[in-house]
Nanobody, 123 residues
C-alpha cells in the first residue's frame, strides 16, 4: 500500500521557520520525482517545489525562492521542505506528492499524494 504521510506543520509567526517532512512507503521512492503542493483557504492548488530522485534537479515557484528548500533522504524514504522567513500568504495546507505537475488543478494529477499538513502563519 502506498503511503505519503506529512508532518511538521503548525502555527508560526511571520518571519519564523518550519520544516515539513513526508514519509513515503509502498513505492520506489528513490526513483520518483517528488513535489510539495499547497492550497490556501478559498484558493486553488499551487505547486511549490519539486526534486528529482537524484536531487540534482530542484525547482521552486518564484514566490518561495530564497526562502524554501526542498530536499530528500532516499535512505530514509523521506521528503523535506525547509521553510524560512514565512509570510502570512504562505498559510495553506501543504501536500506531499509523487510526480511533477507545475500547474496542477487537482491532486489526482500526481501519481500519489498525502493527506496534507496545515501551515498557519499568523501574529
Amino acid at each position: 500500500e502506498v503511503q505519503l504521510v506529512e508532518s511538521g506543520g503548525g502555527l508560526v509567526q511571520p518571519g519564523g521557520s518550519l520544516r515539513l517532512s513526508c514519509a513515503a512507503s509502498g513505492f520506489q521512492f528513490s526513483y520518483a520525482d517528488m513535489s510539495w503542493v499547497r492550497q490556501a483557504p478559498g484558493k486553488g492548488l499551487e505547486w511549490v517545489s519539486s526534486i528529482n530522485g537524484g536531487s540534482n534537479l530542484i525547482q521552486h515557484t518564484d514566490s518561495v525562492k530564497g526562502r524554501f528548500t526542498i530536499s530528500r533522504d532516499n535512505a530514509k524514504n523521506t521528503l523535506y521542505l525547509q521553510m524560512n522567513s514565512l509570510k502570512i500568504e504562505d498559510t495553506a495546507m501543504y501536500y506531499c506528492a509523487a510526480g511533477f505537475v507545475q500547474r496542477p488543478k487537482s491532486l489526482s494529477e500526481y501519481t500519489y499524494r498525502g493527506q496534507g499538513t496545515q501551515v498557519t502563519v499568523s501574529s
